[in-house]
């Protein structure tokens, strides 16, 4: 049933990435030009549980296409994953009357956006962004993009000095429970090895291959190691155990989440933003939008989140392929 919808809240979720201040932007300024009054809510869910939400307009989200992080701010909520949570947080949407929710975040915030749903049949719409790019039935989300490149760049002048001082280096990339932007990374940088949750690795034989390009006169490795399948201390020291050679570790950790965002997620969180509110003022509740195959599209918000993307394979297997 189409609801009558005047007031729409907007919040991000989760961790932080960059591109959110552009669907922040996009939202607002959809929501305005579509004749809907757009609420910004600060901290995530913990701002629906005695936050500050303030009514956006054009110029509340001016200059803010080109920041990383989230004017909004953002938190992880403990007490909205509860029942009692969303209900206190539901009673504050009904007391500013709000009658509806766009969440920006990754899967724990789309989830809890579904719950919203479930629990107190507001319409909801999810933004899916995160640099992890793990939601199910979305090639990419806000974020992933800005990350992949900030993680290259950063890998990039590692090898300089690899090379310049024939090291091995193992970098470690942010990725708890899939290895897209160790994957995605490796490939653009042009890495030897990868190692991804997905896949059970050995690292007997990647020092073996190590070994045997030493004797073939190769002077210096670049290793990306997800943090969900290992950590890159790990690693080096099974490394410098078994060859003794030249193994240095760096973690690029937070950075990945920041700096401003590529031209690739500013377009996309252009186009998510006016997606959501399209859905909106369609009737369309408890979706995410979505990309696929260069194609916006609305997808059941209960199915994003109930599995993880699948690994690139064909990727996996180029990697080792260029690695000679
Ligand atoms: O979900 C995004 C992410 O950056 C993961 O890659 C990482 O494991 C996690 O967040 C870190 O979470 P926190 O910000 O709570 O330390």
Not at 97 to 113: E, H, K, P, Q, Y
Not at 167 to 191: K, P, S
């Amino acid at each position: 049933m189409k609801k009558n919808i005047k007031r729409i809240g907007v919040l991000t979720s989760g961790g932080d990435c960059s591109g959110m201040n552009a669907v922040i932007r996009s939202v607002v300024r959809s929501g305005i030009y579509s004749g809907f009054e757009v609420y910004g809510i600060y901290h995530g869910y913990q701002g629906l549980l005695g936050g500050k939400i303030k009514k956006m307009s054009c110029r509340s989200v001016g200059n803010i296409i080109n920041r990383g992080g989230t004017i909004l701010k953002t938190a992880r909520s403990q007490q909205f994953e509860t029942p009692e949570g969303r209900t206190h947080a539901m009673d504050t949407l009904r007391e500013k009357m709000i009658d509806a929710l766009i969440v920006i975040g990754g899967d724990g915030s789309l989830i809890g956006a579904h719950l919203l749903y479930k629990e107190h049949h507001i319409p909801v719409i999810g933004i899916p962004a995160t640099i992890d790019n793990d939601l199910h039935g979305t090639d990419f989300s806000i974020g992933t993009d800005t990350a992949v490149n900030v993680a290259l760049e950063a890998i990039d002048k590692i090898r300089d000095t690899a090379i310049s001082m024939e090291r091995i280096f193992v970098i470690e990339v942010m990725g708890r429970d899939i290895g897209y932007i160790a994957l995605q990374v490796a490939l653009a940088a042009g890495a030897e090895e990868v190692l991804v949750p997905e896949i059970d690795y050995d690292v007997e034989s990647m020092v073996l291959d190590i070994k045997k390009g030493r004797k073939k006169g190769k002077i210096s490795w670049v290793i990306v190691v997800a943090e969900g399948a290992t950590s890159a201390a790990e690693i080096a020291k099974q490394i410098i155990d078994m060859t003794g050679f030249d193994t240095r570790i760096t973690v690029l950790g937070y950075l990945q989440r920041g700096g401003s965002p590529t031209a690739m997620d500013r377009i996309l969180a252009a186009s998510f933003g006016k997606a959501a509110i399209d859905a909106l003022a369609n009737g369309d509740i408890d979706k995410m939008v979505a990309i696929s195959a260069d194609k916006i599209k609305l997808i059941d918000l209960d199915y994003a989140c109930s599995q993880k993307n699948e690994l690139n394979m064909s990727h996996y297997k180029l990697i080792k392929i260029l690695a000679t």
